[in-house]
T-cell receptor
């Protein structure tokens, strides 16, 4: 089945640091990947849709200058949390689909637990 | 009204019980439907896609009712390992972009 790898799994860093999270589709090409954030006891909230070779589409309320997304190849999308602060601490998860408009499910990476001190 | 709604639970059931979850969605143009399971502090894992004719996978049965805009998940012979949060996910075009909308999840606790 489709495998999505996310790295790193855990990040603990000081306030003001920028953190980069990678999301890779290991055995398929993903023209579209999704980035989610999940706070404790809450549902996944879509942050942005990452499109290979073009700008990401951000959801309302998500700062594009704060959360930089790059999707430079069909197997890699990165999310950079710039100048992270404690309120950015959360569980960040990426997903990719084999194809949209074709009822294909998403496959999720393992998630990255980000803690900003 | 939320786009995808689920009863948050928790549903506490004894081992061996049958339990059913419902999920309603508001967008009548929704095109794809899924059930995921999420364990505490882990990523969601696909449990099953939901098809118009209904589908079964072992102890799990999923149904889709487009007229009433809901999907259901039935778990028979519950196991302790079924304890998790079950997420309803609906895929639809929104402002020209295909998106997957998540319900808040239903917590299931299977008790020994």
């Amino acid at each position: 089945g489709a495998v999505v790898s996310q790295h790193p799994s855990w990040v603990i860093c000081k306030s003001g640091t920028s953190v980069k999270i990678e999301c890779r589709s290991l055995d398929f090409q993903a023209t579209t990947m999704f980035w989610y954030r999940q706070f404790p006891k809450q549902s996944l909230m879509l942050m942005a849709t990452s499109n290979e070779g073009s700008k990401a589409t951000y959801e309302q309320g998500v700062e594009k200058d704060k959360f930089l997304i790059n999707h430079a190849s069909l197997t890699l999308s990165t999310l950079t949390v710039t100048s992270a602060h404690p309120e950015d601490s959360s569980f960040y998860i990426c997903s990719a689909s084999l194809g949209l408009y074709s009822n294909q499910p998403q496959h999720f990476g393992d998630g990255t637990r980000l803690s900003i001190l | 009204r939320k786009e995808v709604e689920q009863d948050p639970g928790p549903f506490n059931v004894p081992e061996g019980a049958t339990v059913a979850f419902n999920c309603t969605y508001s967008n009548s143009a929704s095109q794809s439907f899924f059930w995921y399971r999420q364990d505490c502090r882990k990523e969601p894992k696909l449990l099953m896609s939901v098809y118009s004719s209904g589908n079964e996978d072992g102890r799990f049965t999923a149904q889709l009712n487009r007229a009433s805009q809901y999907i259901s998940l039935l778990i028979r012979d519950s196991k302790l390992s079924d304890s998790a949060t079950y997420l309803c996910v609906v895929g639809a075009l929104s402002s020209g972009t295909y998106k997957y909308i998540f319900g808040t999840g239903t917590r299931l606790k299977v008790l020994a």
